[in-house]
């Protein structure tokens, strides 16, 4: 089982192994890139002749009470079904926040999508669709 998610993790769906990142399973489809620091991941992957996109928009899933390691992974797998869902393979924990309002503790899960691909401009939805990351290694 993967180590428990903090802020700068990354997480990729299929990419670490054919990029040479080294990555242990998380969730289904997705793999925790061992590597912290999201630079030495941007660099690993530009010299693969590859890019890595940070996307803009803030992706945050909300549940209520402290951040326990279970409820931190149900609210990542939520996001994760955000960002699969847009056809993004790649994303980068920004925040694990608690607050509390009127007394009762809430913990916010943020992050931000990542994309890999060859090209220099980000694809639009249906060419990310039909990329996979077996066919991309051929």
Partial sequence: MAEAVAVGTILMSGWPQLLG???????????VVKILDAFAVDRKIRVAGWNLFFIASEVK??????????KVRRALSRILDKVGARRFNGLE????????????????VSAHSRHVQQGCYLDDFEARQSLRPDEAAR
């Fill in 21 to 31: 990142l080294e990555s242990e399973s998380y969730s289904g489809k997705w793999s």
């Fill in 61 to 70: 899933s909300i549940f209520i009470g402290g951040p326990g390691e279970a």
């Fill in 93 to 108: 924990v920004t925040g694990i926040v608690t607050k509390h309002f009127l007394g009762v503790p809430y913990t916010t």
